[in-house]
């Protein structure tokens, strides 16, 4: 899952939409977008969508 998944899931454009749509603020999306998304709170928009977006939760070292 990736910040492009939450986007399409939550229908936003921008950052901005889906730092509304998710409450989780810009700077960290934007972390996000740069690191990827920790496997924890993947595991959570996991639960949180019911299934419709699913975690990658394969560690990267």
């Known amino acids: ?3 492009s998944d939450l ?3 939550y229908k936003c454009k921008t950052r ?3 730092s509304y749509a998710t409450g989780y603020s810009e ?3 934007w ?3 740069k690191k990827g998304i920790p496997p924890r709170t993947q ?3 996991e639960v949180k ?3 419709k977006l ?3 939760l394969q560690i990267s070292v």
């Open 16 to 18: 901005r939409d889906l």
């Open 31 to 33: 972390k996000w977008t």
């Open 49 to 51: 969508t019911n299934g």
């Open 27 to 29: 700077v960290t999306l």
């Open 7 to 9: 986007k399409r899931y």
């Open 43 to 45: 595991a959570f928009l």
């Open 1 to 3: 899952m990736n910040t």
């Open 54 to 56: 699913k975690a990658d």
